[in-house]
């Protein structure tokens, strides 16, 4: 091949011109084909801050690569991108700006849609849409009213999580260690009334259809189990002695319920205050509730050392006739069960602990296999199935069976009934803020709650309102929004002035892509049955019991509308790990953000994208280094040098190898041509590994640039020269997409490269002449021997029992058996 030129990388000039020419000709509109498979691949959208980070282009690039992967794959690729545009940050950020949340939102918008493009992922940008805009949120409000008149969605007066710090009520999933999750903020409880989705209703289908998503990670799906909480047991009634009121108790091990020796009750309980009255124990009682209701703003139950006060009140156990002492304890929760647990010290170690405090009988009434346990002498609660014992008529039956008995003697008799029992409660979406989408409710005094008629819709959110610095929602004191008329009675009635929780808006986001131009309704049954489900999604793993289990649970309501036909939202999902520098999360406040366009000026967007792929596999954390994005940079630049320096030579050379007139460089060449494309296929198809893929590359370049370029010792054929380069660009297309797009256009193509169809391999020329097999004794390696691939077993153990290297550490001992790993090892195991 030639000499080196002089040959300047003008990747800025490069990018340039791809970037216009794929907006111009619309290269990734994704258009319904019944006659392709379709493939529809989405990262999740992001919120339009202002900038992009680089957890955003690691996450984008990932799908891009996927995307324009699966297109040369022969898929018909929808690749969609838009803005989760309401919530507190953009309204927060416009109070401390003094302007208005659109308008700092659509600003964000239109400077991070450049950045977006300026990466040169392979959106279809005609699908595009914005969450704040009520072309969109007028259909999530007809959702919301035909949800309303089916009952799955209501009003109560109920005790939320408020976020003080952004004047706002919390669901439960966005309380995270008693804090708020977005401001960090203790959360304190507080009685509001608010708007309920009943996600409860769906807890059992939510739950089993974890266990119909074999593409999700293990991780989430667990996460998602345990939040949907599905305990299984028995409900029953305490009678409470000196009052009309009996104490329901939900316990998962009815099996114990003979070993009762007293009752806990939550802090919260609202019955405390009648058990405790007439007993002398009021004030301590009162005293001790307070004082952990206000502990539980700062400190979870679980963190706390266990103590709690007799309430001087007794119960009777319906199974026994024993009287049970009842104590408030602050270890129970009210929003799990009845907010009352039936205390069992033997078998549980929390009331284990709390007893052996309180000098509170311990009653053993499971005793393992082959040793008895006395309730005296326990250092700890045995919870492990067993034998019953001093449990009447159940004593001797084995745990299982007893539980089934009990719950079947309970009902008979009356005294309880089976019950299951969720962890998961229905989903409050209402907020106290303003920048969200309004709830299409209205409130008359004279014919109670009534939705918007469908004709009136959407509810359109004012956009001339003064925010209040405190973050107090501006609709509250606008009589302009809220006063309307009765659509039932004609009256006066008062508009609904809270807004909804933004995680809805992010619910259905994924269908509306399917048709987001649609005026006459929501979705286009059509398309949405053509396009859906997702086919592969990637985002974060801290979306798992929030986004995530909220975007099954819309689907499943869509479905019941009659607006889709799928269950399930997402057949496959990759969450990938975050981008940390200096061992750390960046962030502003640890001072370690780079900047992807301060990264995209110096070495250009393709550079970018190399090293956000090559750094680590995209489910691992990446480490941002320096040295790495140089390397990157490096490799592109001597990629390109080599083609440039070659382009006459590489487009006089044939199109096609014949293998038979190759010598041995340009055979070895040719071989590696093919395992590379064997590779790279296999790393971003089986497991995404695109780190893997591209060092696959660097290996065959390393090789070409060493047979075919000014150093090299021998001439090889200009056809496999061509062969290498033509497999290079493909295959580092879906990563690098401008330089590969130049460069293979320079090379001779009129199609442009991310239209062609992706390289396949020939196995026969991929196939190495000879390998090497290593010989072990008892496991350690002893030699090597080399061989052609695919040789019978018998001669290479002759072979290696013979190798001069292996003789001395078998000699005088006898072979008992030989392990063969076919092309790979050979295990002789002596004694």
């Known amino acids: 091949m030639s000499a080196p030129k002089n040959t300047k990388y003008d990747f800025a000039a490069i990018e340039a011109k791809w970037r216009s020419h794929w907006l111009t000709e619309k290269t990734f509109k994704a258009v319904p084909d019944p006659n392709r498979p379709k493939y529809y691949l989405l990262e999740m959208f992001p919120y339009p801050s202002g900038r992009i980070h680089m957890g955003h282009v690691r996450n984008y690039t990932i799908g891009d690569v996927v995307a324009r992967y699966k297109r040369m794959k022969g898929f018909n690729v929808i690749h969609p991108m838009g803005w989760d545009a309401f919530g507190l940050p953009a309204e927060n950020a416009a109070i401390k700006h003094q302007t208005h949340p659109a308008k700092w939102t659509y600003e964000n918008i239109e400077y991070m849609k450049k950045q977006l493009q300026r990466m ?133 091990r009815p099996d114990t319920i003979h070993g009762v020796t007293f009752m806990s009750l939550a802090p919260e309980h609202p019955w405390l205050a009648e058990l405790a009255a007439g007993t002398g124990q009021e004030a301590e009682v009162a005293e001790f509730a307070e004082r952990i209701i206000a502990a539980k703003k700062s400190q979870q139950p679980g963190e706390m050392e266990k103590e709690g006060v007799f309430t001087g009140r007794y119960c009777t156990n319906p199974f026994t006739g024993e009287r049970v002492p009842i104590h408030v304890a602050n270890f129970v929760l009210m929003d799990y069960g009845t907010g009352a647990v039936m205390a069992v010290p033997a078998h549980d170690q929390r009331d284990f602990e709390f007893a052996q405090k309180y000098n509170i009988p311990i009653k053993v009434v499971i005793q393992p296999a082959g040793r008895e346990l006395l309730g005296p002498t326990l250092t700890e609660a045995y919870v492990e199935p067993g034998l019953l014992t001093a449990s009447g008529a159940f004593s001797g039956l084995e745990s299982e069976a007893a539980k089934a008995a009990i719950v079947a003697h309970a009902e008979q008799h009356g005294l309880g009934h089976g019950r299951i029992n969720y962890r998961l409660h229905d989903w409050g979406i209402s907020r106290q803020r303003y920048w969200g989408t309004p709830i299409p409710m209205i409130h008359c005094e004279k014919c109670g709650i009534r939705p918007v008629p469908e004709a009136d819709l959407p509810v359109v959110l004012p956009k001339e309102v003064t925010l209040d610095p405190t973050g107090k929602s501006p609709l509250h004191a606008m009589a302009s929004f809220y006063q309307v008329d009765c659509p039932t009675c004609g009256g006066l009635a008062r508009r609904e002035t809270d807004t909804m929780d933004t995680f809805v808006e992010s619910s259905w986001y994924f269908a509306r892509y399917c048709c987001p131009d649609l005026t006459t309704a929501p979705l286009d049954r059509e ?305």
């Open 120 to 252: 040169g992922f392979s959106y279809d940008w005609d699908r595009e849409l914005a969450t704040c805009n009520d072309s969109y949120y007028r259909w999530e409000q007809l959702f919301f009213v035909k949800l309303f008149e089916k009952g799955l969605v209501y009003q109560r007066v109920t005790t939320v999580n408020w976020c003080e710090g952004c004047q706002t009520v919390l669901a439960n999933e966005q309380v995270i260690d008693g804090l708020c999750w977005r401001c960090d903020r203790q959360v304190q409880p507080r009685k509001m009334n608010g708007w309920f989705f009943k996600i409860t209703d769906y807890a059992e289908e939510l739950l089993a259809g974890c266990d119909q998503l074999p593409g999700w990670p293990e991780k989430v799906l667990t996460m998602q189990r345990n939040w949907i909480g599905k305990s299984v047991g028995v409900e029953v009634e305490f009678p409470v002695e000196g009052l009309d009121r009996k104490l329901a108790i939900f316990t998962t």
């Open 527 to 831: 398309a949405a049955n053509y396009w859906l489900p997702v086919d592969q999604y990637i985002g974060g793993v801290e979306h798992a019991i929030l986004h995530l289990l909220y975007a099954r649970f819309f689907t499943k309501l869509l479905r019941d509308l009659g607006y889709l036909t799928i269950d399930e939202p997402f057949t496959n999902l990759l969450t990938q790990g975050m981008v940390i520098k200096d061992g750390a999360k960046m962030s502003k406040s640890k001072g370690n953000v780079v900047d992807p366009n301060d990264l995209i000026e110096r070495y250009g967007a393709d550079t970018v994208r190399l090293f956000s792929l090559f750094a680590a596999p995209p489910e691992k954390e990446l480490e941002w280094s320096d040295q790495g994005v140089d390397g990157a940079s490096r490799f592109l630049f001597r990629i390109y040098r080599f083609i440039t320096n070659n382009l006459d030579a590489i487009n006089a050379a044939a199109t096609s190898v014949n293998p038979e007139t190759l010598n041995d460089p340009g055979r070895a060449l040719h071989r590696k041509v093919h395992q590379t494309i064997r590779k790279v296929g296999s790393d971003i198809e089986t497991r995404f590994h695109f780190n893997t893929a591209i060092s696959a590359l660097m290996e065959l370049t390393n090789l070409l640039f060493s047979l075919a370029g000014e150093e090299a010792k021998e001439t090889i054929a200009p056809a496999v020269v061509r062969e290498a380069v033509e497999a290079v660009l493909l295959l580092l297309s879906p990563m690098t997409p401008h330089l590969c797009e130049e460069l293979w256009q320079a090379t001779g193509h009129a199609t442009p490269l991310g239209l062609h169809p992706w390289p396949g391999f020939d196995e026969k020329a991929a196939t190495e002449d000879e390998i090497v097999v290593v010989i072990q004794v008892n496991g350690k390696v002893r030699g090597r021997l080399q061989t052609t691939p695919g040789a019978a077993a018998e001669p290479l153990q002759e072979q290696a029992l013979a190798d001069p290297h292996v003789r001395k550490f078998i000699e005088g001992k006898t072979v008992r058996k030989v392990i063969m790993v076919p092309d790979k090892l050979i295990n002789i195991v002596v004694a």
